[in-house]
């Protein structure tokens, strides 16, 4: 394995282990139901991918000491992608039409790869579509349920929590669900929000890093009032700097932080800690069977995938809505 990867490894590592809340507490009730999780944490292998690809996005994204420049999700922010009873919306998902049940678009449960095939079935991210979508080219079956082969954009007007289709296109190849234009910048994940030094960024081999890196992730990790995470930036090909939002007096932090990591560290200001991000993900991830919640350490957020973002979303979102960077499945169309 080559040092820039070992480096990359060892940063990403770093990085998720930050970025895990608590576990919640389990509810029996729901344990028994299809559903997807309220957490979805970045696997170590995922994290990997995530920094990687961030290698040409994250570049200089801000400097001096400021969070990356993006929009505040409160609650008047929210408002304006709120969905109303005769909005136009757009949602992307495979279309499925099971017997005796509505024509559905959805995003689908996880299956397991087995011959024959099971039937596919609907996660609780799914609305159903008013009517019979027509321009769909690609119908198939699977045990006995017809779905779509790919994935589908659907636009239509909401309506009592169903999409009166006025056209339905065929995706393009790896389109997902963007976030909401609200949400503050999807390219700010993993920022480097610090300028070099004058004599610029060390490339320090992994294997002097290691402990050192550990170090911080524990000292980090043991004070959640004082920080919201630790991630990797990468500035230029091959170097690695480890960034720290801090909520507190920076010099403080980087005198403190740089006893503890004397390589590449940036130090930046942060609107929430560790210890305000993880209760709101544990109860937003609970509140609602489609919600799933994540701590992005990064943006000190909690990153909110939900069916909707409609009054009753907003409501059950409530005081930690300036906590919030929101993913809907169905959004509101730009005008």
Known sequence: MSDEMDQKLTAAAAAWRSAQPEPPEPDLERLTERRTASWAPYAVAAGVVVLTAGLAGVAMLGRGDEPPAGPRPDTSTLEVELVRDGDTV????????????????????????????????????????????????????????????????????????????QSIRQADSGQGQPISASAGAVEGRFPMPCAAPEDGWRADPPEQTE??????????????????????????????????????????????????????????????????????????GSA????????????????????????????????????????????????
């Not at 980087?254 to 560790?274: E, F, G, Q």
């Not at 409609?310 to 960077?325: C, T």
């Open 211 to 284: 402990t050192a890196n550990s170090a911080l992730v524990q000292h980090v990790d043991g004070r959640p009032n004082a920080y919201s995470g630790v991630w990797a930036a990468y500035p230029s090909e091959g170097v690695a700097v480890m960034v720290v939002g801090a909520v507190g007096d920076l010099a403080d932090a980087r005198r403190t932080l740089r006893a503890i990591y004397p390589y590449n560290l940036c130090v930046a200001k942060v609107d929430h800690s560790a210890a305000e991000l993880n209760p709101a993900a544990r109860r937003l």
């Open 288 to 335: 609602d069977r489609s919600w799933q919640a994540e701590v992005w350490p990064d943006r000190a957020r909690v990153a909110l995938t939900l069916l909707v973002l409609d009054q009753a979303a907003l409501d059950k979102i409530g005081d930690d809505a300036d906590k919030v960077i929101v993913q809907p499945f169905v959004r509101k169309r730009a005008t």
């Open 90 to 165: 757009e949602v992307t998902g495979t279309v499925l039409a099971a017997s005796g049940d509505s024509v559905k678009i959805c995003e689908l449960n996880p299956s397991i790869a087995v011959h024959p095939a099971p039937a596919p079935t609907c996660s609780p991210r799914a609305v159903s579509l008013a009517g019979t979508p027509e321009g769909i080219a690609d119908w198939t079956v699977t045990d006995g349920v017809r779905h779509t082969k790919g994935q589908y954009t659907v636009t239509g007007i909401w309506r009592d929590g169903e999409i009166e289709q």
